[in-house]
Nanobody, 115 residues
């Protein structure tokens, strides 16, 4: 059972930045792709970004050029650097495997963008 622990969320003003972290209980050297998702009340969970073991990345159109996903395989940690935050980025953020192989969800980390 893989455990995923997200952290780094908080309250930030529009235009601000946050860096989220996801600690993974399995060696990232054995995981080909990791993803960040987000969810707001009443909406489906949305795929935000993904990264392969080789460092190739993909982003939702809504976050392109503002968010950067990265991974430190030696630390079994995946990151999401979020810049130029907007109120519509407010959500609970989760990391997990791709949707076809998703594991049990962690508790997520709340990001609130508000003045």
């Amino acid at each position: 059972q893989v455990q995923l622990v997200e952290s780094g969320g908080g309250l930030v003003q529009p235009g601000g930045s946050l860096r989220l972290s996801c600690a993974v209980s399995k060696s990232l050297f054995d995981i080909s792709r990791m993803c960040w998702y987000r969810q707001t009340p009443g909406k489906q969970r949305e795929l935000v970004a993904s990264i392969t073991i080789g460092g190739s990345t993909n982003y939702a159109d809504s976050v392109k050029c503002r968010f950067t996903i990265s991974r430190d395989n030696a630390k079994n940690t995946v990151y999401l650097q979020m810049n130029s935050l907007k109120p519509e980025d407010t959500a609970v953020y989760y990391c997990n495997f791709p949707t076809s192989t998703v594991r049990s969800w962690g508790q997520g980390t709340q990001v609130t963008v508000s003045s």
